[in-house]
């Protein structure tokens, strides 16, 4: 989505700033700008903004040169205002104050009406423009732009993270960071903000991550920095000594291995921006979004894989918190196939690559097909899938590496209840019901690293499937897609033969194949089905079979004869298939470690399958 640079430093600063924005290109965005303070007296800004790509800004940029050596930029993903150059970032008032935004202003209409009506006009669209008429207006109360920043993000609510330049103060840059990441890059005689350390990549590899609330004073020698109290702290810098690829494991043994244990932050930065203090922010899903979606009556959704099981995840969040019909099709099979399309569907594709060769078909037959509109998740912001489909949703899982995926799946499925989220909105969700998810979801991160500390035990209980050939994983209810997820991981990376079952479906079949050489693994949240399901564990246990049971901590499952019990930290139940899953990726990572097979790359299988 948006991209945050800036710089201030005893050189020109456009090229560094325009380097910044080709490295953040693949967020995605519609348009690009920069300003950067002249060096006059007084200093002049010196905007430029264009539609279109980067390399378009580029091209104005040497057609009327800038020169100055600080400055700030940004890529545009447009949520208020459509896409063009007068929406398109720097904003500026009154030709003193410069502000490059990312994120959702909530409380944006009141503010502009209260700015106009104090005398202040508009160019544009956006909910962004409002912040540096506010503190155009602050600096009357204070000649200090740092304290102006302060004394305007107090008025502002929503996330976002911010960058503001000052023709009063040429060698300073402030920033701020409210619910959107931000990062300063640390120079020598030189100092640089990005919402991304890649941007910043080329001119330095120490970093300093802001916190949330925090607000930045930079100048070419210092950095200053508060909390949200306004109290003066200091943060630790950070030496970044690759590029943000993910070629390097750091210390794990296994791109797939480090890729479970990056789950944390890949969904904190998939919630940021797009969260606020009690709600979701809807404009931050793009300006189309809002009017496609309030004419849904139905959602289709087709993905293959791994992606499949995130879809079929959905189908129980948008048909219990939107009450609307929601079908999941396997897109080899939807492809050949009579459809029956139901009236204003809306038509959603799940793509880590966004090149899946069945699901892209699908997509393209879709839209002759009569929905609605089209929408993808997907992770890469330039793929055929996100410049085909009316809408998208970026998974913000960074590059994955292990053909088995991991991070992705978890953030398809945050992406996914978001999704269910804004529709259920429409329908008539109770606000202190979508308060109750939002604060779910900010403690979700800090679960999944609870689960991830349980990495010693499950690699234990993995010792059970060295000489095992095959086995079977057991869900009900959300969790039975889940319980799919494990298996497939299972098989894909350690070459056991495993199945998953709605559990309730066992005495239908697969019960015949429980014996004591057969290892059930089970997920066991603490919901309405876990009578149930504790019963259908009954059923494997009178047939000698040994279970592995990943179980909510307020559960009443004890271990015991052939019953091993992992305690799992209490979650709301709408957010448990997201937290099962991650120790089913552990469990099937470290039963292929021992089983010796080629983790990261297993065979006959490719990590973006183009062809059908």
């Known amino acids: ?65 800038v020169q100055g050596s600080t400055g700030i930029a940004h890529t545009r993903w447009a949520t208020h205002g459509a896409p063009s150059a007068l929406n398109a970032h720097p904003h500026q008032s009154q030709d003193l104050v410069s502000v490059v935004h990312n994120g959702i202003i909530e409380n ?20 962004s423009e409002v912040i540096a008429h506010l503190i155009h207006a602050s600096l009357s109360e204070t000649d200090n732009l740092t ?70 004073e930079l100048t070419p020698s210092e950095i200053s920095i508060w909390n949200l109290d306004d109290e003066a702290v200091v943060r630790a810098t950070v030496e970044v000594k690759q590029d943000h690829e993910e070629a390097d494991r750091g210390p794990y043994r296994h791109h797939m291995l480090k890729e479970i244990h990056e789950q944390p932050n890949v969904i904190r930065r998939t919630l940021e921006g797009r969260i606020g203090r009690r709600r979701l922010l809807e404009k931050a899903f793009g300006l189309r979004t809002g009017p496609i979606l309030d004419q849904v009556r139905a959602v289709t959704i087709v993905a293959c ?9 959905a189908r129980y969040w948008i048909e219990a918190l939107a009450g609307l019909p929601c079908q999941v099709e396997i897109a080899s099979e939807y492809r050949y196939r009579d459809v029956a399309v139901p009236a204003d569907s809306l038509f959603v594709t799940i793509s880590q690559s966004g090149e899946t060769a069945d699901t892209l078909a699908a997509l393209r037959q879709a839209k002759q097909a009569g929905y609605l509109a089209t929408l993808t998740l997907c992770n890469v912001a330039t793929s055929s899938m996100v410049r085909e489909s009316d809408l998208y949703m970026l998974l913000e899982a960074g590059p994955e590496i292990g053909v088995a995926s991991t991070k992705a799946f978890t953030v398809q499925l945050v992406d996914l209840l978001l999704l269910a989220l804004l529709l259920a909105r429409r329908q008539g969700l109770a606000p202190e019901t979508e308060e109750t998810l939002i604060t779910a979801l900010r403690d979700l991160p ?11 035990i499950i690699a ?79 059923v494997v246990r009178a047939r000698g079979g040994k279970l592995l049971v990943f179980a909510d901590a307020q559960a009443s499952l004890q271990s015991a004869a052939n019953i091993d019990i992992v305690r799992m930290p209490a979650i709301h139940e709408l957010l448990a298939p997201i937290l099962y899953t991650v120790p089913l990726q552990l469990l099937a990572y470290h039963a292929a470690v021992l089983k010796g097979t080629d983790v990261d790359q297993p065979r006959n299988l490719a990590k973006s399958v183009t062809v059908e």
């Open 460 to 538: 234990r209980h993995a010792e059970r499937f060295i000489d095992r050939e095959h086995a079977l994983f057991l869900g009900r209810g959300s969790l039975y897609p889940i319980a799919m997820e494990g298996a497939l991981k299972l098989k894909e990376i350690s070459y056991i033969h495993a199945e998953g079952y709605a559990a309730g479906e066992l005495k239908h079949g697969p019960l015949a194949l429980v014996d004591e050489q057969m290892p059930v693994v089970a997920v066991a949240p603490n919901d309405d089905l876990l009578d149930k399901l504790y019963s259908n564990l009954e």
């Open 305 to 313: 894989g791994s992606s499949y099981y995130t879809g079929a995840v």
């Open 147 to 216: 304290q102006a920043v302060r004394l305007a993000v107090r008025q502002l609510e929503g996330a976002f993270a911010i960058a503001v330049v000052c023709v009063h103060e040429p060698d300073t840059l402030v920033a701020a960071r409210v619910g959107s990441p931000l990062a300063i890059g640390v120079g020598i005689g030189e100092n640089f903000i990005a919402s991304d350390v890649l941007a910043l990549r080329p001119v330095t590899d120490r970093f300093i991550f802001l916190e949330e609330g925090d607000l930045v």
């Open 108 to 127: 944006y209409e009141p503010l502009r009406q209260q700015l106009a009506d104090a005398g202040y006009q508009f160019e544009s669209e956006t909910d």
């Open 446 to 456: 800090t679960q999944v690293g609870e689960v991830l500390d349980l990495d010693p």
């Open 1 to 65: 989505m948006c991209g945050i640079v800036g710089a201030t430093a005893r050189r020109p600063v456009s090229e560094i700033l325009l380097e910044g924005l080709r490295r953040l290109e693949y967020r995605g965005y519609d348009s690009a700008g920069l300003a950067v303070l002249g060096q006059g007296d007084p200093p002049v800004l010196q905007r430029r903004r264009t539609l279109g790509k980067v390399a378009e800004l580029v091209a104005h940029v040497h057609d009327q040169p």
